[in-house]
């Protein structure tokens, strides 16, 4: 059973962030379906690693977008970002160590909770900032 499922409350009124969000709840969908049902070392550090890889990426686009917007609260937020990824990134170097603790329940829920309070909380303060903002943020020449 997936862990946390996409819900429109979820949105932060841009097509280019909801897309995004939705990736990162897929992956850690996947994350708990392949420690739920006994996934090789390789098949769970794979989806940890794209995990840890796409909430930099992510990230750091939109912080490009709430710059765009001249978003006021763009430093807490991005302290708030360099916290989170630096938690996942752990995670993604314990496991690389051979922690496998990494991908239990509690870990998960609390990777779920981090997630779901962040897009809630300081996700949705940018909302009217970036409505009107192109999806030129992160990658040169947009899409
Ligand atoms: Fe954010």
Known sequence: MA????????????AMLD?????LINLLNQLHD???TGQSREVVGTVVNVLAEYTEHHFRREEALMAAAGYPGLEAHRAAHRDL??????LRDRWN??????VEEDVLEMLKKWLTEHILGADKSYEPWVEGIADSGGSAGGE
């Not at 990824?85 to 752990?90: F, P, T």
Request: aromatic share 6%; charged share 30%.
């Open 85 to 90: 990824e630096a938690k996942v990134r752990d």
């Open 97 to 102: 160590a051979g922690d496998r603790s990494v």
């Open 34 to 36: 392949a420690a739920e």
């Open 19 to 23: 897309s995004d969000h939705r990736i």
């Open 3 to 14: 862990l946390l499922a996409w819900n429109e409350m979820y949105s932060v009124g841009h």
